[in-house]
């Protein structure tokens, strides 16, 4: 049974830094491509950054390049989002997902019919 448990999110000032944890079980981590949505109210999930299966290749949104950086340790099969230098507009529920696809773009990057698995996603709240 395949488990994604995201961890890490919580209520930070404006400015501030947060680190996502995502553990997975149950797969064989480093075959998959790996990334990070999120949802704010009333909006579309969106894609925040993906990583490749050695972490060789990463790709982020416009709206957190140079804040948010994505790691992953395939040996803890653990996935991480770096944030930093936080808004208010970074508050969302933050997912993270495994994707089986067979190559990793900028274009493919945030393809949601690409992952496969999924958590249940932890809160960001950034207060101004």
């Known amino acids: 049974q395949v488990q994604v448990v995201e961890s890490g999110g919580g209520l930070v000032q404006a400015g501030g830094s947060l680190r996502l944890s995502c553990r997975t079980s149950g797969l064989t981590f480093d075959n998959y491509i790996m990334g990070w949505f999120r949802q704010a109210p009333g909006k579309e999930r969106e894609g925040v950054s993906c990583i490749s299966w050695s972490g060789g290749s990463t790709y982020y949104a416009d709206s957190v390049k140079g804040r948010f950086t994505i790691s992953r340790d395939n040996d803890k099969h653990t996935l991480y989002l770096q944030m930093s230098s936080l808004k208010p507009e970074d508050t969302a529920m933050y997912y993270c997902?495994?994707?089986?696809?067979?190559?990793?773009?900028?274009?493919?990057?945030?393809?949601?019919?690409?992952?496969?698995?999924w958590g249940q996603g932890t809160q960001v709240t950034v207060s101004s």
């Open positions: 997902a495994a994707s089986a696809a067979p190559a990793l773009y900028s274009t493919t990057c945030f393809q949601e019919r690409d992952y496969k698995y």
